[in-house]
């Protein structure tokens, strides 16, 4: 199965300041996924990333907080744009490993807390 | 979109204990997965299982995708267990993974 990368795995934000997370992947892959999961919660899918295309987004989720990039087949970033204390959550990159039989791979996640 | 529904929400364990975890969704799917998300919020990836059974340890699981369920045995309980269990299925190849809520599973020595 796919090896994701995912940095950085913590970080310590001021409000209105923008964090960008970063994911490298082993290999090439089509689609990439990137989840939040606020405290206590279950995981909610922000936006599906495919390579040389805009991002698709979640109900609820606005490209203009979540900026996506995704240069190419091995790797995307995800920015939290003017940031709250609101948007102290983990935030996970995904990719569906192209093998069969091992389903979807997490990148570690990163802990984000704003102050 | 398709619903997944795990149960118990929570689950308080004596060390050596066995339990079993539950997980109903809502249509067919391609893709179901059980994973456990340790204290420091690593997803950890337990089994890959749209249907049928694996055993992996301690750990079980059994998909009958007929009857929309899953579950997850773990026997023989251990500290080390402790964490939140996710159930997250995707109804085609490729598609995204839609998650339960979670079961905290707590396991006392």
């Known amino acids: 199965s796919a090896v994701i990368s995912q940095k950085p795995s913590r970080d310590i934000c001021q409000r209105g300041t923008s964090l960008t997370i970063q994911c490298q992947v082993d290999?090439?892959?089509?689609?990439m996924f990137w989840y939040r999961q606020q405290p206590g919660q279950s995981l909610t899918l922000i936006a599906t990333?495919?390579?040389?295309?805009?991002?698709?987004?979640e109900s609820g989720f606005v490209i203009d907080k979540f900026p996506i990039s995704r240069p190419n087949l091995t790797f995307s970033t995800l920015t939290v744009s003017n940031m709250s204390p609101e948007d102290s959550s983990i935030y996970l990159c995904?990719?569906?490993?192209?093998?069969f039989g091992y389903g979807y791979t997490f990148g570690s996640g990163t802990r984000l807390t704003v102050v | 979109g398709i619903q997944v529904e795990q149960s118990p929400p929570d689950l308080i364990l004596q060390e050596g204990a066995n339990s079993t975890l539950r997980c109903n969704f809502s249509?067919?799917?391609?893709?179901l997965q059980w994973f456990h998300q340790n204290p420091w919020g690593q997803l950890i990836n337990l089994f890959y299982?749209?249907?049928g059974t694996k055993q992996n340890g301690r750990l079980s699981a059994t998909t009958v995708a007929t009857e929309r369920y899953s579950l997850l045995y773990i026997s023989s309980s251990q500290t080390t267990d402790s964490g939140v269990y996710f159930c997250?299925?995707?109804?085609?190849?490729?598609?995204?993974?839609?998650f339960g809520e979670g079961t905290q599973l707590t396991v006392n020595p």
């Open positions: 995904s990719v569906a490993s192209q093998g």
């Open positions: 290999s090439q892959v089509t689609m």
């Open positions: 990333a495919n390579q040389g295309s805009e991002a698709t987004y």
């Open positions: 249509d067919s799917v391609n893709n």
């Open positions: 299982i749209p249907s």
């Open positions: 997250a299925v995707a109804e085609t190849s490729g598609s995204r993974l839609t």
